[in-house]
């Protein structure tokens, strides 16, 4: 049975795709910092669950340890934070939490699982941001380590292709999961950002979670694909 890592498996797209994934017969794992969350998650889609801390170099040693035997299929790069602040607010703590969450944890993460993912010529799919191609204010640190994921996507498709390990990203637009209450907006800012987003958005409405996971696994399922960002975003990206 095909095994696959999801981080970040206990919410959101992570969730959707951990949900996808069993239904289509792999071993899922999933991931993410919360004891409760991760239990209830696994509970529910029937998973195995991992309390990691992708920030903590200790718990991604755990958490790689747990292929080393058997290999790793598919990696899910997904789990990240993200809080919109002007730059003038950001602190030194804020700096390393993004930096560490969002860029260095899925690049241990794949720097451990590479013999691993070899083992089964496995495949790498990072979750980024379309943040990274249209610019938004008071998004400068996330959308900085969104765009670090697409650059280190290409440079390690590159460079892992003869071990027959793909990489590859997908970079959602909007998506309606429980991340826009976690940016530090009030609740009246949200209501107008949603409403002014469905405005501009070809499709008229936000991503479902389950509308990611339906690209993620494609692209983990497209053999001949490596190196590859393919943009989800509802059409956003033609206007
Ligand atoms: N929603 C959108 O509109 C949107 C748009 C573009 C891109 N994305 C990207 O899509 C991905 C999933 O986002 P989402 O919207 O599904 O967000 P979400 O519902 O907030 O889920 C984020 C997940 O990441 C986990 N996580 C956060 N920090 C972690 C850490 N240090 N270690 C391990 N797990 C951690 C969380 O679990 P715990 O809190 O339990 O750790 C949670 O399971 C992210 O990479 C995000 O940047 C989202």
Same mark, same amino acid.
């Given at each position: 049975m095909k095994r696959v890592l999801v981080t970040g498996?206990?919410?959101g797209i992570g969730y959707a795709t951990a949900g996808l994934f069993k239904q289509r017969g792999y071993d899922v794992t999933i991931c993410g910092r919360s004891s409760q969350r991760v239990a209830e998650a696994a509970g529910n889609l029937g998973v195995e669950g991992i309390v990691a801390d992708i920030s903590n170099p200790d718990h991604i040693e755990i958490l790689a340890a747990c292929f080393s %035997?058997?290999?790793?299929d598919v990696l899910v790069n997904n789990a990240a934070i993200a809080r919109f602040m002007?730059?003038?607010?950001? /602190?030194l703590a804020d700096y390393n939490e993004f930096l560490n969450v969002n860029i260095r944890g899925p690049l241990l993460l794949i720097q451990k699982l590479v013999p691993a993912l070899a083992k089964k010529r496995g495949v790498i799919v990072n979750v980024s941001s379309v943040i990274t191609n249209n610019g938004l204010p008071n998004a400068s640190l996330y959308a900085a380590t969104k765009g670090a994921v697409d650059g280190f996507t290409r440079s390690l498709s590159l460079e892992l292709a003869p071990q027959g390990i793909r990489v590859n990203c997908v970079s959602p637009g909007a998506v309606d999961t429980p991340l826009i209450g976690k940016l530090g907006l009030k609740p009246e800012q949200i209501n107008e950002i949603k409403a002014h987003q469905e405005t501009v958005i070809p499709l008229g409405r936000y991503a479902i979670s389950e509308e990611i996971a339906q690209v993620i696994l494609s692209q983990a399922e497209s /053999?001949?694909? /490596? %190196?590859s960002i393919w943009t989800v975003d509802g059409g956003v990206g033609a206007t």
């Open positions: 498996g206990n919410s %035997g058997g290999g790793l002007p730059i003038t607010a950001h /602190t /053999t001949y694909v /490596t %190196g």
